[in-house]
């Protein structure tokens, strides 16, 4: 066990991190973060920000010799940096799980590989690849998808020809995975922590919704069967179980509308879909990382009222359109929660923050969310200037 009190590292610098530190601190720990943007999220309340790309083997050696473990907070660290810390200190997750989700293809075919339902898929590595066979109209409608750096529906066009898919793979130019389109009835995450001893821990299982591609808001519980909800969380514990999994894992299933549920991807780290967890549980998901982190005993996962309701809203930067939000709807809402991610410059699409209700049922609780985060893209605070929504920058992130 890591002692209270030890420093904990974590690659890169957004809001998972910004999260992540938040949870450690509570504990006692310190924390130290790598990002190159020094106006990043975590930047703001770690105890050291270390100014570096997660690629530099300088910033690798700097948390070695500083910390006793270290975590990720996006799936875009190379695995040479978790391979190189892991042959000094404690790193969760290891670089093998990291390298699985971080590539599509190679996370499909693990998948498949272990008896998982994905959507009927092919990898295709090179353009030859375009002219194979078994390439034909199976697979259309589908989803082109590069097979990395693609997050929120990002990098992934709709190819419904042969055509159309040739143009995509020359506009995505890499290793791509081609999807058939699935009819979606649902989508719901299922949120493991899991320890080096194998034992784990489950949040309530949020469902889903997005909007162009990008979460909009979570709901618990979901308003799905208990028989679906336990067979997606089998689903998850078989999948960390098969990876030896060691951190939080967070597993993305489609539901079709003939009731099967397919994974869409895995993540190795906290999730935006288990951001409820922070107000509604009794242990969120990033005090879970921190536990797993330092080899603490797991926290109960459960919801701290077990028949209560939570919604979780996503504040994207559009919010921001008619001026700065007044605050003053969330803040005064007993059952609402603010959390603001510090980012300065509000874009369409960017995660600024997110609003938690809770409330006795999931109705009350999505009319409220939805009712505030209204109020607040439709009555700025009268104070503020006008818009300070940016155009999208084509080289800016938008994380
Ligand atoms: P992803 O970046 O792969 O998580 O995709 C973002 C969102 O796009 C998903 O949450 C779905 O809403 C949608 N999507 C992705 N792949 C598919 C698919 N094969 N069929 C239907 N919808 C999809």
Redesign the pocket.
Known sequence: MIAPGAWLGVLGGGQLARMFAMAAHRLGYRVAAVDPDPECPAAGVVDRYICATLQEPEAWQELATLCAAVTIETENVPGAALRFLGARIRVAPDATALEIAQDRGLEKQFLAAHGVPV?PFRVLATAADLGAPDIDSFFFP??L?ACRF?????S?IAVSSAAQLERAFAQLGGPCVL????A?AA?LSVIVARSADGSSAVHPVPMNH?AA?ILDLSVVPAPLSARLQREAVAQALRIATALDYRGVLCV?Y?LDTAGRLLV??IAPRPHNSGHFTIDACRTSQFEQQVRVLAGLPLGDAGLVHAQGAVVMANLLGEVWTAGDPDWTSVLSHPDARLHLYGKRLPRPGRKMGHITCLADSVEVAQRAAVAIRWRLAHSPDPRSPASRLAAPGNAEPVV
């Not at 693609?150 to 990002?154: A, C, M, N, P, R």
């Open positions: 959507a589908g989803l998808k693609g997050y929120d529906g990002k992934q999807e058939q389109r699935v979606l989508e997005h591609g993305e489609f869409n991807e």
